[in-house]
């Protein structure tokens, strides 16, 4: 039991350490793009499909390496579908912080990237990478079948 709770705190420690990788990526196509006269959300679009990919194959290759996942593709094709609806609240949500409230837009996004990461990872980890833990977390221990 303890194993299990401690490979979960890791894998979303390595969650947060790819997702902490993706902030400058995203943040610093978002300051460059905006600085050099883009609108900042069509910025943060295009911030938004570089980073999810970044992430999903640094994810896929080291946070969830020990899960299977149908192919590589199919992944990917979840993993940016998850990250669409769920960038698509961050993109609203980043409009909001920056047009009525008035919060630079790189904090804003700081913020609203770091608060949408348990999310994700709750998502992605169910759905792109199946766990092989289910049967870990019974507290009860596993009885031999006897030969007959």
Same mark, same amino acid.
């Given at each position: 039991?303890?194993?299990?709770?401690?490979?979960?705190f890791?894998?979303?420690g !390595?969650?947060f350490? $790819? +997702?902490?990788?993706?902030?400058? #990526?995203?943040l610093?196509i /978002?300051?460059?793009?905006?600085?050099?006269?883009?609108?900042y959300?069509?910025?943060a679009?295009i911030?938004?499909?570089?980073?999810?990919s970044c992430?999903?194959?640094m994810?896929h290759y080291?946070?969830?390496?020990?899960r299977?996942?149908?192919?590589?593709?199919?992944?990917y094709? !979840?993993?940016?579908? $998850? +990250?669409?609806?769920?960038?698509? #609240?961050y993109?609203g949500? /980043?409009s909001v912080?920056?047009?009525?409230?008035h919060?630079?837009?790189?904090?804003?996004a700081g913020?609203?990237?770091i608060?949408l990461?348990?999310?994700?990872y709750h998502?992605?980890?169910?759905?792109?990478?199946?766990?092989k833990?289910?049967?870990?977390t019974?507290?009860?221990? !596993?009885?031999?079948?006897e030969?007959?």
């Amino acid at each position: 039991m303890i194993q299990f709770i401690m490979r979960r705190f890791m894998r979303l420690g !390595k969650f947060f350490i $790819v +997702g902490g990788l993706g902030v400058p #990526i995203h943040l610093g196509i /978002l300051y460059g793009l905006t600085e050099a006269g883009l609108f900042y959300v069509a910025s943060a679009a295009i911030a938004v499909i570089v980073s999810i990919s970044c992430n999903y194959f640094m994810n896929h290759y080291w946070t969830f390496r020990d899960r299977p996942t149908v192919s590589l593709s199919r992944g990917y094709l !979840k993993y940016m579908f $998850v +990250g669409c609806i769920s960038d698509s #609240i961050y993109l609203g949500l /980043l409009s909001v912080a920056v047009s009525v409230l008035h919060i630079y837009y790189v904090l804003a996004a700081g913020c609203l990237i770091i608060g949408l990461g348990l999310l994700r990872y709750h998502i992605v980890g169910r759905w792109i990478w199946k766990t092989k833990e289910k049967s870990s977390t019974s507290l009860l221990p !596993k009885c031999q079948s006897e030969k007959v």
